[in-house]
T-cell receptor, first 107, second 111 residues
Framework: GIQVEQSPPDLILQEGANSTLRCNFSDSVNNLQWFHQNPWGQLINLFYIPSGTKQNGRLSATTVATERYSLLYISSSQTTDSGVYFC?????????FGAGTRLTVKP | DTGVSQDPRHKITKRGQNVTFRCDPISEHNRLYWYRQTLGQGPEFLTYFQNEAQLEKSRLLSDRFSAERPKGSFSTLEIQRTEQGDSAMYLCANGQGPEAFFGQGTRLTVV
């Protein structure tokens, strides 16, 4: 099956710093989504981005499908950005997750 | 609110008992997924439904696990003869257009 690798596994930032999270996938995909898992376990949709670039406030994402990777950018990080960020890719009839990047933003 | 509700939110059961979880998606959206997530790991794919048809099953879905989606609406996930290793968060997702939206999950603890 398709392999999804996220890096780094852990990231600690000072409030106000910028960060880049990466998602590599081993085969072509139909869909790609980024999620943020809050402390209560709820997966919050951030971006649906099978290709191209999108921005939503301080967050933006870029997927280069031909090179099989996606990047999530967080600018001017806030303590509320803490949590685990997941990339999920969808080929046919399934959606596979990476292991996530655990982000800690310190005040 | 994603419109996907799961019940119960928490379940504690004794080893060897059967448990059943329910997922209520937005009914007009035909894709439904089940995942299992253990502490510190990403969600692991269990199974996928398109309407009432179960089109994909992971090898993780042993013969103790069964999922149904009668009439393509709500779905149930049953675990028979639970083991301590089944303790996890069980997540349901509903495909709404090209995106999938998750419920809040059912946390299972097997004692």
């Amino acid at each position: 099956g398709i392999q999804v690798e996220q890096s780094p596994p852990d990231l600690i930032l000072q409030e106000g710093a910028n960060s880049t999270l990466r998602c590599n996938f081993s085969d072509s995909v139909n869909n790609l989504q980024w999620f943020h898992q809050n402390p209560w376990g709820q997966l919050i949709n951030l971006f649906y981005i099978p290709s191209g670039t999108k921005q939503n406030g301080r967050l933006s994402a870029t997927t280069v499908a031909t090179e099989r990777y996606s990047l999530l950018y967080i600018s001017s990080s806030q303590t509320t950005d803490s949590g685990v960020y997941f990339c999920a890719v969808d080929r046919v009839n399934d959606m596979r997750f990476g292991a996530g990047t655990r982000l800690t933003v310190k005040p | 609110d994603t419109g996907v509700s799961q019940d119960p939110r928490h379940k504690i059961t004794k080893r060897g008992q059967n448990v059943t979880f329910r997922c209520d998606p937005i009914s007009e959206h035909n894709r439904l997924y089940w995942y299992r997530q253990t502490l510190g790991q990403g969600p692991e794919f269990l199974t996928y439904f398109q309407n009432e048809a179960q089109l994909e099953k992971s090898r993780l879905l042993s013969d103790r696990f069964s999922a149904e989606r009668p009439k393509g609406s709500f779905s149930t996930l049953e675990i028979q003869r639970t083991e301590q290793g089944d303790s996890a968060m069980y997540l349901c997702a509903n495909g709404q257009g090209p995106e999938a939206f998750f419920g809040q999950g059912t946390r299972l603890t097997v004692v």
